[in-house]
C-alpha cells in the first residue's frame, strides 16, 4: 500500500507531517503484512490501547529506564493508531465502532502515558496538565478541521454536519449511550467553530438535514480550497499525533525534565495562534 493510498481519504495539506512522512509510510508497510491475515482493525487498535497504557505504567516507574520503554511503547501505540484506520480501508472492514473505538482509545492511552509521567515527574503536574488540556483540545479541533476542510473541497458539502445528522439518526434508533457521548463531541466542535450548541433533545433533524444537504459548485470548491489552503497547512502542525511524537522521542532521550515547560508554553501559543487565524481567514464560519 502506498503512502497516497493511505491518505487519499483527506486533502494531503491537512495531514500531519509526522504521519505523513513516517507514521504512515512504516504503518502501511505493516498494513500490506497485515491484510495477508486474518487481522481486524478493531483488534489493531485494542492493541493500540494496550500498548498506550503500558507505556503509562513504563512511566510511572520512573527513572532512564521507565522514560526510555515508555517513550518506545507510547511511539509503537501511535504507529498502530495510524494502522487500523488504514487496515479497514483496505480491507472494507470500516465500522462505526471501529471509528468511536478508535478515538476514545485514543484518549484512554494517552490519559494513561499523561498518568504515568505525572507520578514519576509530580514537580511538573503543572505542565502536564497544560499539555494534557491543550493536546485534547487540539485533537477535538484538528478532527473537525481535517473532516470539514475534505468534505468541503472533495465533496462540496458540510461533512461536519452531517456527522452530527448521521450521529443522531443512529442515537435515535438505538438510544446507544456511546452514540450520545459522541453526539456531544461533535457539539462541541461545532460549539468552537461555528458558535453553536443543541442538546440531543433539543436537535432540529430537518433543519440540520437541510443544511448538511447544501452543496458547493466546482468553482466554489476551487475557491474554497484556494483562500484556506494557508489555514490548512497551518493546522496540520496542531494535531496531537505530533505533540505525543515529541513527548515519546523526549522519553527516549531523557530530556522529559528540560523540555516539558517549553512544550506546554509553545503548544498554548501555537494552538491559539491558529484559532485567531481561523477566525480572521473564515469570519462567516461563526453563525448562530
Known sequence: MSESSSTDHVLKDIVE????????????????????????????????????????LAFMSGGHFGMFWGGVLLELSLILD??????????GQSSEWGRLLDGIGGYVAYLAV?????????????????????????????????????ARVQEGTDG????VLKTYQKWSQSQSGILKVYFYYLQLQQWVFHGRWSSINDYSLEDERKASEEILTQEERNAFYLK????????????????????????????????????????????????ALHRMLLPNEIRP
Open 160 to 163: 461536519s454536519r452531517a456527522d
Open 228 to 275: 484556506t489552503r494557508p489555514l490548512t497547512r497551518i493546522w496540520r502542525w496542531n494535531g496531537h499525533e505530533f505533540c505525543l511524537f515529541l513527548l515519546a522521542a523526549f522519553s527516549l532521550f531523557d530530556l522529559l525534565p528540560m523540555l516539558l515547560t517549553p512544550l506546554a508554553v509553545v503548544m498554548t501559543v501555537q494552538f491559539f495562534l491558529t484559532l
Open 114 to 150: 499523561v498518568f504515568g509521567i505525572t507520578y514519576s515527574l509530580p514537580e511538573f503536574t503543572g505542565a502536564l496538565a497544560v499539555v494534557t488540556v491543550v493536546c485534547i483540545m487540539k485533537a477535538i479541533c484538528f478532527d473537525y478541521c481535517k473532516q470539514y476542510f475534505t
Open 17 to 56: 507531517p509526522v504521519n505523513r512522512y513516517f507514521h504512515v509510510p512504516v504503518s502501511a508497510r505493516i498494513v500490506s503484512w497485515l491484510c495477508q491475515t486474518r487481522a481486524t482493525p478493531n483488534q489493531v487498535s485494542y492493541t493500540s490501547i494496550l500498548l498506550g497504557i503500558l507505556s503509562g
Open 82 to 91: 495510524c494502522v487500523d484506520g488504514q487496515l479497514a480501508r483496505a480491507t
